[in-house]
Protein backbone atom coordinates (compact mmCIF):
# COMPACT_ATOMS: atom_id res chain seq x y z
CA UNK A 1 0.00 0.00 0.00
CA UNK A 2 1.20 3.72 -0.71
CA UNK A 3 1.16 5.74 2.76
CA UNK A 4 1.48 9.19 2.86
CA UNK A 5 3.30 11.22 6.16
CA UNK A 6 2.57 15.07 7.09
CA UNK A 7 5.01 16.33 9.16
CA UNK A 8 8.52 15.16 9.79
CA UNK A 9 10.08 16.23 12.73
CA UNK A 10 11.28 13.78 15.38
CA UNK A 11 8.46 11.90 15.47
CA UNK A 12 7.42 11.95 11.80
CA UNK A 13 10.73 10.91 10.84
CA UNK A 14 10.66 8.16 13.06
CA UNK A 15 7.41 6.96 11.67
CA UNK A 16 8.68 7.01 8.28
CA UNK A 17 11.67 4.52 8.86
CA UNK A 18 9.18 2.33 10.28
CA UNK A 19 6.45 2.23 7.40
CA UNK A 20 9.63 1.96 5.14
CA UNK A 21 10.54 -1.32 6.81
CA UNK A 22 7.18 -3.14 6.67
CA UNK A 23 6.51 -5.48 4.06
CA UNK A 24 2.61 -4.02 3.69
CA UNK A 25 4.13 -0.53 2.43
CA UNK A 26 5.73 -0.48 -0.89
CA UNK A 27 5.85 3.59 -1.15
CA UNK A 28 5.45 6.39 0.77
CA UNK A 29 4.31 9.99 -0.12
CA UNK A 30 5.42 12.94 2.22
CA UNK A 31 4.94 16.81 3.06
CA UNK A 32 6.56 18.98 5.50
CA UNK A 33 6.59 22.88 5.56
CA UNK A 34 10.55 22.96 5.95
CA UNK A 35 11.83 21.42 2.79
CA UNK A 36 15.37 19.81 4.34
CA UNK A 37 12.51 17.77 6.20
CA UNK A 38 11.22 16.57 2.89
CA UNK A 39 14.16 15.70 1.01
CA UNK A 40 16.11 14.34 3.96
CA UNK A 41 13.06 11.52 3.98
CA UNK A 42 12.58 11.43 0.01
CA UNK A 43 16.69 10.60 0.44
CA UNK A 44 16.53 7.99 3.16
CA UNK A 45 13.19 6.13 2.39
CA UNK A 46 12.70 6.64 -1.37
CA UNK A 47 9.99 8.74 -0.35
CA UNK A 48 8.00 11.30 -3.25
CA UNK A 49 7.28 14.64 -2.24
CA UNK A 50 4.72 16.65 -2.37
CA UNK A 51 4.18 20.11 -1.81
CA UNK A 52 1.13 20.11 0.54
CA UNK A 53 -1.28 17.89 2.33
CA UNK A 54 -3.72 18.45 -0.19
CA UNK A 55 -1.26 16.92 -2.86
CA UNK A 56 -0.78 13.89 -0.87
CA UNK A 57 -4.28 13.45 -0.23
CA UNK A 58 -4.90 13.90 -3.92
CA UNK A 59 -1.19 11.41 -4.67
CA UNK A 60 -3.53 8.14 -4.53
CA UNK A 61 -2.19 7.13 -0.88
CA UNK A 62 -4.21 4.45 0.65
CA UNK A 63 -3.44 5.85 4.35
CA UNK A 64 -1.96 9.17 5.83
CA UNK A 65 -0.23 9.46 9.07
CA UNK A 66 -0.56 12.66 10.66
CA UNK A 67 2.84 14.24 12.56
CA UNK A 68 2.60 17.43 11.99
CA UNK A 69 2.11 20.77 14.87
CA UNK A 70 -0.69 19.59 17.10
CA UNK A 71 -2.51 22.91 15.81
CA UNK A 72 -2.57 21.31 12.43
CA UNK A 73 -4.22 18.19 13.46
CA UNK A 74 -7.82 19.22 13.44
CA UNK A 75 -7.77 20.15 10.17
CA UNK A 76 -5.56 17.53 8.64
CA UNK A 77 -7.61 14.61 10.20
CA UNK A 78 -11.13 16.40 8.71
CA UNK A 79 -8.85 16.57 5.17
CA UNK A 80 -8.39 13.14 5.20
CA UNK A 81 -12.05 11.59 6.26
CA UNK A 82 -13.01 13.99 3.46
CA UNK A 83 -11.03 12.30 1.20
CA UNK A 84 -11.91 9.04 2.37
CA UNK A 85 -8.10 8.22 3.52
CA UNK A 86 -8.27 6.23 6.19
CA UNK A 87 -5.85 8.46 9.11
CA UNK A 88 -3.38 7.74 11.82
CA UNK A 89 -2.88 10.71 13.79
CA UNK A 90 -0.70 11.12 16.62
CA UNK A 91 -2.45 12.37 19.99
CA UNK A 92 -4.00 14.82 21.04
CA UNK A 93 -6.82 15.31 18.68
CA UNK A 94 -6.52 19.24 19.03
CA UNK A 95 -5.05 21.37 21.34
CA UNK A 96 -8.20 21.90 23.09
CA UNK A 97 -11.41 19.78 23.97
CA UNK A 98 -13.63 21.91 22.57
CA UNK A 99 -11.71 21.47 19.32
CA UNK A 100 -11.38 17.51 19.77
CA UNK A 101 -15.18 17.23 20.24
CA UNK A 102 -15.61 19.46 17.12
CA UNK A 103 -13.44 16.92 15.32
CA UNK A 104 -15.90 14.11 16.60
CA UNK A 105 -18.41 16.29 15.48
CA UNK A 106 -17.44 16.44 12.03
CA UNK A 107 -16.44 12.88 11.14
CA UNK A 108 -19.79 11.66 12.97
CA UNK A 109 -21.27 8.80 10.54
CA UNK A 110 -18.74 8.85 8.56
CA UNK A 111 -16.76 5.30 7.49
CA UNK A 112 -13.37 6.69 7.41
CA UNK A 113 -11.40 5.08 10.41
CA UNK A 114 -9.28 7.38 12.09
CA UNK A 115 -6.45 5.74 14.50
CA UNK A 116 -5.03 8.34 17.46
CA UNK A 117 -1.52 7.37 18.31
CA UNK A 118 -0.93 5.76 22.39
CA UNK A 119 2.12 3.83 21.66
CA UNK A 120 1.56 2.20 25.10
CA UNK A 121 -1.59 0.05 23.66
CA UNK A 122 0.88 -2.13 21.54
CA UNK A 123 3.48 -2.47 24.06
CA UNK A 124 3.74 -6.43 24.40
CA UNK A 125 3.80 -6.22 28.71
CA UNK A 126 1.01 -3.75 28.51
CA UNK A 127 -1.44 -6.05 26.57
CA UNK A 128 -0.48 -8.94 28.59
CA UNK A 129 -1.58 -6.83 31.74
CA UNK A 130 -4.51 -5.53 29.90
CA UNK A 131 -5.43 -9.89 28.87
CA UNK A 132 -4.72 -10.65 32.54
CA UNK A 133 -7.16 -8.25 34.04
CA UNK A 134 -9.85 -9.11 31.53
CA UNK A 135 -9.27 -12.90 32.24
CA UNK A 136 -9.77 -12.56 35.55
CA UNK A 137 -6.92 -13.28 37.34
CA UNK A 138 -5.86 -10.83 39.54
CA UNK A 139 -9.99 -10.97 41.16
CA UNK A 140 -11.19 -8.01 41.99
CA UNK A 141 -9.01 -4.38 41.26
CA UNK A 142 -7.83 -2.71 44.27
CA UNK A 143 -5.29 -0.64 43.39
CA UNK A 144 -3.45 0.49 40.19
CA UNK A 145 -0.33 2.43 40.15
CA UNK A 146 1.19 4.46 36.99
CA UNK A 147 4.51 6.07 36.22
CA UNK A 148 6.15 8.62 33.80
CA UNK A 149 9.62 10.36 34.80
CA UNK A 150 11.24 11.91 31.58
CA UNK A 151 14.89 12.09 32.19
CA UNK A 152 15.01 15.32 31.71
CA UNK A 153 12.36 18.07 30.20
CA UNK A 154 11.65 18.86 26.77
CA UNK A 155 12.52 22.32 25.26
CA UNK A 156 11.12 25.39 26.42
CA UNK A 157 9.53 26.17 23.42
CA UNK A 158 7.59 22.55 23.24
CA UNK A 159 6.68 22.95 27.30
CA UNK A 160 5.12 26.48 26.19
CA UNK A 161 2.96 25.26 23.85
CA UNK A 162 2.40 21.79 25.40
CA UNK A 163 -1.19 22.43 27.58
CA UNK A 164 0.85 21.55 30.61
CA UNK A 165 1.74 18.14 32.05
CA UNK A 166 -1.40 16.74 32.13
CA UNK A 167 -2.26 17.02 28.73
CA UNK A 168 1.23 16.15 27.13
CA UNK A 169 2.63 13.22 29.61
CA UNK A 170 0.20 12.06 32.01
CA UNK A 171 -2.88 11.79 29.22
CA UNK A 172 -0.51 8.19 28.72
CA UNK A 173 -1.08 7.05 31.67
CA UNK A 174 -4.84 8.07 31.67
CA UNK A 175 -5.18 6.23 28.56
CA UNK A 176 -3.26 3.03 29.41
CA UNK A 177 -5.25 2.87 33.20
CA UNK A 178 -8.69 3.11 31.22
CA UNK A 179 -7.40 0.44 28.34
CA UNK A 180 -5.94 -1.94 30.49
CA UNK A 181 -8.76 -1.90 33.65
CA UNK A 182 -11.78 -1.80 31.11
CA UNK A 183 -12.77 1.48 33.46
CA UNK A 184 -13.62 5.04 33.27
CA UNK A 185 -12.42 7.70 35.70
CA UNK A 186 -15.06 9.46 37.75
CA UNK A 187 -13.02 11.67 40.39
CA UNK A 188 -9.76 12.58 40.31
CA UNK A 189 -7.38 14.88 42.74
CA UNK A 190 -4.00 16.41 41.93
CA UNK A 191 -1.00 17.74 43.06
CA UNK A 192 2.13 19.16 41.53
CA UNK A 193 5.32 21.12 42.21
CA UNK A 194 8.34 22.63 40.56
CA UNK A 195 11.78 21.53 41.95
CA UNK A 196 13.43 21.58 38.77
CA UNK A 197 13.67 24.19 34.93
CA UNK A 198 12.46 27.42 35.88
CA UNK A 199 11.24 27.88 32.27
CA UNK A 200 8.80 25.21 32.97
CA UNK A 201 7.45 27.30 36.50
CA UNK A 202 7.40 30.38 34.39
CA UNK A 203 5.15 28.34 31.11
CA UNK A 204 2.94 28.27 34.41
CA UNK A 205 3.08 24.32 34.79
CA UNK A 206 4.28 21.93 37.05
CA UNK A 207 7.36 19.58 36.12
CA UNK A 208 6.31 16.92 38.91
CA UNK A 209 2.92 15.56 39.71
CA UNK A 210 0.77 13.10 40.83
CA UNK A 211 -2.64 12.56 40.79
CA UNK A 212 -5.47 10.02 42.43
CA UNK A 213 -8.47 8.84 40.23
CA UNK A 214 -11.10 7.15 41.45
CA UNK A 215 -12.36 4.26 38.86
CA UNK A 216 -16.20 3.63 38.48
CA UNK A 217 -16.16 0.45 40.34
CA UNK A 218 -14.05 1.95 43.44
CA UNK A 219 -10.43 1.28 42.01
CA UNK A 220 -7.95 3.79 43.56
CA UNK A 221 -5.46 4.79 40.72
CA UNK A 222 -2.07 6.68 41.75
CA UNK A 223 -0.55 8.64 39.20
CA UNK A 224 3.07 9.85 39.06
CA UNK A 225 4.86 12.00 36.53
CA UNK A 226 8.12 13.91 36.45
CA UNK A 227 10.43 15.92 33.79
CA UNK A 228 13.44 14.57 35.98
CA UNK A 229 14.57 11.51 36.47
CA UNK A 230 18.15 11.43 36.05
CA UNK A 231 18.59 7.30 35.39
CA UNK A 232 16.52 7.50 32.48
CA UNK A 233 12.55 6.84 30.85
CA UNK A 234 10.67 5.14 33.41
CA UNK A 235 7.38 3.84 32.49
CA UNK A 236 5.36 1.33 35.10
CA UNK A 237 2.16 0.08 35.92
CA UNK A 238 1.58 -2.29 38.64
CA UNK A 239 -2.05 -3.73 38.61
CA UNK A 240 -3.25 -5.27 42.63
CA UNK A 241 -6.31 -7.13 42.62
CA UNK A 242 -7.62 -9.59 45.82
CA UNK A 243 -6.45 -12.74 43.89
CA UNK A 244 -2.82 -11.72 42.02
CA UNK A 245 -0.69 -8.46 41.11
CA UNK A 246 1.23 -7.93 38.08
CA UNK A 247 3.53 -5.08 37.01
CA UNK A 248 4.79 -3.75 33.47
CA UNK A 249 8.61 -2.35 33.53
CA UNK A 250 10.34 -4.75 35.90
CA UNK A 251 13.00 -5.55 33.69
CA UNK A 252 16.59 -5.24 32.98
CA UNK A 253 16.56 -1.57 31.55
CA UNK A 254 14.44 -0.51 34.10
CA UNK A 255 16.07 3.02 35.82
CA UNK A 256 16.59 2.43 39.37
CA UNK A 257 19.42 1.04 41.22
CA UNK A 258 18.30 -1.24 44.27
CA UNK A 259 20.04 -0.52 47.45
CA UNK A 260 18.94 -4.14 48.80
CA UNK A 261 22.15 -5.82 49.85
CA UNK A 262 23.35 -8.04 47.44
CA UNK A 263 20.77 -7.08 44.63
CA UNK A 264 21.83 -7.34 41.02
CA UNK A 265 18.44 -6.15 39.46
CA UNK A 266 18.40 -4.74 37.68
CA UNK A 267 21.06 -5.30 35.69
CA UNK A 268 20.56 -3.20 32.26
CA UNK A 269 21.55 -0.73 30.64
CA UNK A 270 18.63 2.37 31.53
CA UNK A 271 16.29 3.17 29.05
CA UNK A 272 17.02 7.22 28.26
CA UNK A 273 14.38 8.09 25.77
CA UNK A 274 10.86 6.76 24.88
CA UNK A 275 11.76 6.04 21.25
CA UNK A 276 14.08 3.46 23.14
CA UNK A 277 11.47 2.23 25.58
CA UNK A 278 8.84 2.05 23.14
CA UNK A 279 10.76 1.26 19.70
CA UNK A 280 8.83 -1.89 18.94
CA UNK A 281 5.50 -0.66 20.34
CA UNK A 282 5.51 2.00 18.10
CA UNK A 283 6.47 -0.60 15.37
CA UNK A 284 3.15 -2.79 16.08
CA UNK A 285 1.07 0.27 16.32
CA UNK A 286 1.87 1.16 12.92
CA UNK A 287 1.51 -2.56 11.69
CA UNK A 288 -1.69 -1.82 13.29
CA UNK A 289 -2.61 1.11 11.09
CA UNK A 290 -1.71 -0.87 7.89
CA UNK A 291 -4.19 -3.50 9.16
CA UNK A 292 -6.81 -0.16 9.56
CA UNK A 293 -6.22 0.75 5.82
CA UNK A 294 -6.45 -2.76 4.81
CA UNK A 295 -9.96 -3.10 6.23
CA UNK A 296 -8.94 -5.83 8.23
CA UNK A 297 -9.47 -4.11 11.49
CA UNK A 298 -11.45 -1.29 13.04
CA UNK A 299 -9.43 1.34 14.78
CA UNK A 300 -7.73 0.08 18.11
CA UNK A 301 -7.54 3.87 19.48
CA UNK A 302 -10.27 5.57 18.26
CA UNK A 303 -10.78 9.94 18.62
CA UNK A 304 -13.31 8.74 21.32
CA UNK A 305 -11.05 6.62 23.37
CA UNK A 306 -8.35 9.45 23.00
CA UNK A 307 -10.92 12.45 24.19
CA UNK A 308 -11.93 9.86 27.25
CA UNK A 309 -7.88 10.31 27.91
CA UNK A 310 -8.34 13.74 27.57
CA UNK A 311 -11.12 14.74 29.78
CA UNK A 312 -9.22 12.64 32.96
CA UNK A 313 -6.42 15.47 32.10
CA UNK A 314 -8.43 18.53 31.99
CA UNK A 315 -10.13 16.99 35.32
CA UNK A 316 -6.39 16.97 36.67
CA UNK A 317 -5.54 20.09 35.60
CA UNK A 318 -8.24 22.17 37.41
CA UNK A 319 -7.72 19.95 40.77
CA UNK A 320 -4.45 21.05 40.48
CA UNK A 321 -4.92 24.76 39.69
CA UNK A 322 -7.78 25.05 42.58
CA UNK A 323 -6.50 22.27 45.14
CA UNK A 324 -9.88 20.55 45.70
CA UNK A 325 -11.13 16.97 43.38
CA UNK A 326 -12.73 17.15 40.87
CA UNK A 327 -15.32 14.65 38.93
CA UNK A 328 -14.47 14.44 35.28
CA UNK A 329 -18.37 15.15 34.53
CA UNK A 330 -17.57 18.11 36.12
CA UNK A 331 -15.15 19.34 33.00
CA UNK A 332 -17.05 17.48 30.55
CA UNK A 333 -19.75 19.80 31.28
CA UNK A 334 -17.97 22.94 31.07
Known sequence: MRIGILGLGRIGAFHAETLASLDAVDSLVVADPFADAARSAAERFGAEIADSPESVLAAGVDGVVVAAATDAHPSLILAAVEAGVPVFCEKPVARTMAEGVEVLKAIAGRDVPVQIGFNRRFDAAFVAARAAVRRGELGKLHTVRSTTLDPAPPPAAYIAASGGIFRDCSVHDFDVIRWVTGREVSEVYAVGGNRGADFIREAGDADTTGAILTLDDGTIAVVSNSRHNARGYDVRIEIHGFADSIAVGLEDKLPLRSVEPGATFPAGTPH???????????RTELTAF????????????TIEDALEAGWIAEACTLSLREHRPVTVAEVRRG
Open 272 to 282: DFFMDRFATAY
Open 290 to 301: TEVVAGARPSPC
